[in-house]
């Protein structure tokens, strides 16, 4: 049979519009056996709210015989939604029926989903800034022969914070997008994890002696030497050591660790363990800072999500943790956090060495 070979789902409908025959592709995305389907309506197959766009579509092609095309969603044997494409169309084959094709469009719907909830954070995320900086050099010029010039300079400075966030904001959304339209692929590089941590940490230990914070370095020996896209080490190290940094607070210490794949691993919370898989690099930054609130945790790798912080004057676009991890789980990797209130905050990370030169 010609529908056998066809990848979109097909449904033959009689003229009380009952499922009559399927190809295999329809069973293979939604799970129901010919037997199964065979005298069901599309209603049948439609996930709540969808009921009545489909009456729509049946309707008009009953009466105009002309095709008619819909999206709406679909529900699984199991239950669960999908999102489709059907396209409906009558045939003479003996009596009229009808012939339905329904092609999954789930992922593509995901990705619009996600872009309109990235693009709506986005735009909430700059209104604020861009609405504080125009009130502040609105008064500047409305004041400006009444301010003293330590007053003058005080506006200025806050205008240049904002515009500066602004700055990062607009960066790091540069990158996210990039990197949503087109996942990094790390260049092959052959890579001394060791100095490569070296390195990041000597280009912020002026931060952290700022902020009188010890900064330790506990690496591995012998050295791990791997395979691997420097600039994705790179990115990661930065961003976490620059958090420790930022957020544990004054005289507090930061531990920065490298731990070879399937060595000894510090005492870690049983979940951490058994996320990491055999053979993997482990990254950790440690501090005893004052820790995350619970509440938080689940929803810290969520782009624009600050928790606690969103209320202190601690600079930053909570962007960050969320493009760490998806660097990291595009290039087979993840990332975990542990934290106690007024305790220790510990980022762990693992990472595929690929072959070892």
């Keep these: 049979m010609i529908l056998d070979d066809m990848s979109d789902a097909i449904l033959l409908l009689n003229t009380q519009k009952a499922v009559e025959n399927c190809n295999p592709a329809f069973s293979a995305l939604f799970g129901y056996s010919p037997d199964e389907i065979s005298g069901q309506t599309l209603y049948h197959l439609a996930a709540p709210g969808s009921e009545a766009a489909l009456t729509t579509a049946l309707q008009t092609l009953t009466e105009t015989q002309q095709h008619q095309r819909l999206q709406m969603g679909g529900r699984h044997k199991d239950g669960h939604i999908l999102d489709v494409d059907i396209a409906l169309a009558i045939v003479r084959h003996g009596e009229h029926s009808i012939v339905c094709s329904i092609r999954d469009i789930t992922?593509?719907?995901?990705?619009?989903?996600a872009k309109d909830a990235f693009v709506s954070m986005v735009n909430h995320e700059l209104r604020e800034p861009i609405t504080a900086a125009t009130t502040i050099s609105e008064t500047l010029l409305r004041y400006y022969e009444r301010f003293s010039d330590e007053r003058r300079l005080e506006k200025i400075a806050q205008i240049h914070q904002i515009v500066g966030s602004l700055g990062e904001l607009m960066t790091a959304i540069v990158e996210i997008s990039r990197f949503d339209a087109r996942p990094q692929q790390p260049i092959p590089n052959v890579i001394d994890i060791g100095q490569a941590v070296q390195t990041i940490v000597a280009q912020l230990r002026p931060q952290a002696e700022a902020n009188q914070q010890q900064l330790e370095v506990v690496l591995p020996a012998p050295s791990l030497s791997v395979i691997y896209g420097q600039a994705i080490l790179i990115r990661v190290w930065q961003n976490l050591i620059c958090n420790a940094i930022k957020y544990a607070g004054a005289g507090r210490a930061i531990q920065v660790q490298v731990?070879?794949?399937?060595?000894?691993?510090?005492?870690?919370?049983?979940?951490?363990?058994?996320?990491?898989?055999?053979?993997?690099?482990?990254?950790?930054?440690?501090?005893?800072?004052?820790?995350i609130p619970e509440k938080d945790l689940p929803k810290l790798f969520t782009r624009f999500f600050r928790g606690w912080a969103a209320g202190s004057n601690i600079p930053g676009n909570g962007l960050g943790l969320a493009f760490v991890r998806d660097i990291l789980r595009a290039n087979g990797g993840d990332i975990a956090v542990e934290s106690m209130l007024n305790g220790e905050t510990r980022f762990s990370f693992w990472l595929p060495i690929g072959n070892k030169p």
Excluded at 107 to 113: A, D, I, N, V
Excluded at 261 to 274: H, K, Q
């Design 259 to 291: 731990c070879h794949p399937d060595s000894s691993l510090p005492d870690m919370g049983s979940r951490v363990l058994a996320a990491i898989p055999k053979g993997f690099m482990v990254g950790i930054v440690t501090d005893n800072g004052p820790g």
């Design 107 to 113: 992922p593509l719907k995901e990705t619009e989903r």
